[in-house]
């Protein structure tokens, strides 16, 4: 009877995970999909980008569902607690990853007709590869309980603001020099800082991940000058 009790908690852990998984997949996707509904400006799309949304959304509860009856079921402690923590942190915050992508699908909707920068949506474009790459290896970290790589994309959240500042500028010189880029411009303004949130937000999967893995906020860790340059 032990047994079966510890393999049936067990599979309600990895029944989190898994789920965790998905939806980290889902809200990678969706993010990908608006990139690319942008920088192609297309409508149809830009549309069915938004619509999936209302699936992670679908994920999320059932994650806090899970997790909410696990606890009650099982009463754990120590790092099966933090197992379960874990996956409710993680869950909130795909889901705001996925309203952040899903927000520059609906900006996207309301550039049709409108002049379009070519090199203006290449910025953006850069800033969504370094995004999305952090939050892959994000992703494959919590799969992996990586917490060496969890540190690395803690670190590297730098170069994902860095860039936000550089094309803020960018796009506020274009608005100044010709008042008809002010309307795109301003759209593409909010299609980065989507993009910088969504930095922010794998960021926060990165505490999250090195929490599970030491039961100690990321925060507090003290680097050593010659660690930080062995994960650049």
Known sequence: MSDHIVTSYDD??????????????RAERLVEDSIAALVRMDMVKASETVEKDTIINSL??????????TIARRQPMAHDLREIISALRISVDLERIADLGKNIARRTLALEGKKQPKQLVH???HMAELALT?????LDAYTGRDDVAAIGVWHKDREVDAL???LFREFLTYMMEDPRNISFCTHLLF????????GDHATNIAETIYYLKTGLPLEDRHFEENEQLDLD
């Open 134 to 138: 952090q939050l892959r290896t994000v």
């Open 123 to 125: 910025g953006i474009e």
């Open 12 to 25: 309600d852990l990895k029944e989190l995970a898994g789920k965790i998984s998905e939806m980290g997949g």
């Open 60 to 69: 999320d509860q059932e994650i806090e569902e899970k997790a909410v009856l």
């Open 164 to 166: 936000y500042n550089s």
């Open 191 to 198: 299609c980065a800082k989507n993009l910088e949130r969504i």
